[in-house]
């Protein structure tokens, strides 16, 4: 099952910082804001030797020119609030939203420094050739044999969540590839809260691909964001490798690359992992390192038994886990 980084499990949400400089901290946030600018064009205006870093130093200002733009906007909502203590509360939270927004820029560059380190400088653009990908999707560790139904349940700080993913007879084309369709639907408390249709394709090495997804997290029945929305070959996204033909340990791959909104990263920890779920007891799995520079400080650790796939996820910040406990097939 895809790492979603929005989902309590599987999907990873930016880290509210929440150190409340407030209007202070707001001030030398600005300065840093247009510090970040003049560098990220002082490299612009040189030959692009290190795309890695320079891609990293390019989000980096963006993610500051967006933070300053919805302190702005809050700014502006700040100066129509009548009650001047109303006012003044609006104005403090505006800048520790700034504050936390800035922290979180800063985290972010930091991950996408690691990650160049460990790929190098050049730039991530993985040849897509549709004669080099097949129609079945048997990868071991990561099997996606339609018909077939994984439902996962975990106790979450939000409520039982169970998860639904299934793997549908649907295909689509993306970016000339011929992709397999999966319908990963979130289930909090019973109530649907995340929809999803996943976009996988396996190469005739055996690596299986990502190719994008079409997500909605919903309150009260309603989409409330589509955050996380890629497809590869539209703007500039591009598909990862959701799991290896032959996975090492030290593997350190991209799964996703749509920047600034879709960016999960994997390093393959282990082969020999002991794993029980309700599902049943499995041995010699895979465990994965599973991050992402849209959230810095969140990891989470799964765990893939071969000729079943992914069986248990652990959030390490919050130890909250996502067990597999039934598999159904047509």
């Not at 929305?229 to 703007?235: I, K, L, R, Y």
């Not at 600034?260 to 799995?285: I, K, M």
Request: aromatic fraction near 8%; glycine fraction near 8%; proline fraction near 4%.
């Amino acid at each position: 099952m895809k790492a979603k980084s929005k989902r309590p499990h599987v999907r990873l949400e930016w880290k509210n910082w929440r150190s409340r400089r407030l209007l202070a901290g707001a001030g030398l946030a600005v300065a840093a804001f247009l510090a970040g600018n003049l560098v990220s064009r002082a490299l612009a205006a040189t030959d692009v030797v290190n795309a890695c870093q320079q891609t990293a130093t390019d989000v980096l200002a963006g993610c500051r020119g967006s933070a300053q733009s919805d302190y702005q906007i809050a700014l502006g909502k700040c100066v129509n609030v009548s009650d001047q203590a109303a006012r003044k509360a609006c104005q403090k939270q505006a800048a520790a939203d700034l504050d936390d927004a800035l922290q979180t820029c800063k985290g972010g560059f930091g991950v996408r420094e690691e990650t160049c380190d460990k790929l190098g400088p050049a730039p991530y653009d993985p040849v897509i050739d549709p004669a080099n990908f097949v129609a079945k999707i048997d990868n071991p560790f990561f099997p996606l044999v339609p018909g077939t139904t994984f439902i996962y349940e975990g106790q979450t700080s939000e409520g039982l969540m169970r998860d639904v993913f299934a793997v549908t007879h649907v295909t689509r084309v993306i970016d000339g590839v011929t992709c397999t369709e999966v319908h990963d639907s979130v289930f909090t408390d019973g109530v649907l809260t995340e929809d999803t249709l996943d976009w996988f394709a396996q190469d005739k090495d055996g690596n299986v691909w990502y190719f994008g997804e079409n997500t909605a997290e919903l309150e009260d029945g309603l989409i409330s964001t589509i955050d996380g929305t890629f497809m590869a070959g539209v703007e500039g996204d591009k598909p990862g490798i959701i799991m290896k033909a032959q996975p090492a340990v030290g593997d350190f791959y991209r799964q996703e690359f749509s920047l600034a909104n879709a960016e999960d990263e994997a390093e393959t920890l282990g082969l020999n992992a002991s794993v029980t779920v309700p599902y049943g007891s499995f041995q010699h799995c895979l465990r994965s390192g599973e991050t992402t520079p849209l959230e810095p400080d969140a990891l989470e650790t799964k765990f893939y038994a071969s000729g079943v796939g992914n069986v248990l996820t652990v959030d390490e910040e919050t130890g909250d886990r996502c067990e597999l406990v039934q598999i159904i097939t047509e």
